[in-house]
């Protein structure tokens, strides 16, 4: 099933990838669905940096996560970062706009890159090593990173999460 619910209900976070490489044009079409996300006042506050060519500083930036191992497996990360230069930060509230836009950015990647084939893993733990990050990225000041994406072939047969029960999340039907 590769309808859009099929991709929803079939995406799960890959943490072991195979060795084969990724495709640049599939790394462009995850970014092209993350470009096209909804975003306030259409600021599309959303940087990306991949790192697909570079095995060494792939293991870099794996030193920084507890989860190593799945970035070391990973044939390419997507470092997301939110671009503080396009938003105004002076009226409360507004930061978590964004945020939450980035957010719909990356959701959109994890699902075309589960219509593609492709396993990917957002990866938040990574963020307490911000600074190192953006050093090994050459990133800007301006640029706060929000997460990495890994993206591979998955290595796993079998994946288990699951989700509670809808109904405990509902907590009104007027
Ligand atoms: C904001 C955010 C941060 C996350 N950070 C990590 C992380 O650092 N490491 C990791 O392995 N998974 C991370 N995940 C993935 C979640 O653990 C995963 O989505 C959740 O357990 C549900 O499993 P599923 O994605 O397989 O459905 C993160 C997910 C989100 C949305």
Request: proline residues 2%; charged residues 20%.
């Amino acid at each position: 099933m590769s309808s859009l619910m099929g991709c929803i209900l079939n995406r799960r976070s890959i943490r072991s990838y195979t060795s084969q490489k990724v495709e640049p044009e599939d790394i462009k079409k995850i970014l092209t669905a993350a470009s096209w996300a909804p975003s306030g006042n259409n600021l599309q506050p959303w940087k990306f940096s991949v790192v697909m060519n570079d095995e060494n500083l792939i293991k870099e930036l794996s030193s920084l996560t507890i989860f190593q191992n799945c970035l070391e497996s990973s044939p390419c990360l997507i470092a997301v970062f939110l671009d503080t230069k396009t938003i105004d930060n002076q009226i409360q509230g507004i930061y978590l706009k964004h945020v939450l836009a980035i957010g719909a950015a990356i959701q959109n990647m994890l699902l075309v890159a589960q219509e593609i084939g492709l396993g990917t893993c957002w990866i938040g733990e990574i963020l307490k090593n911000e600074d190192k990050v953006k050093k090994l990225l050459g990133a800007s000041d301006d640029l706060e990173l929000m997460a990495v994406i890994t993206v591979g072939y998955s290595a796993i047969d079998s994946i288990t999460s699951d989700r509670r029960d809808l109904a405990d999340s509902i907590i009104s039907w007027l």
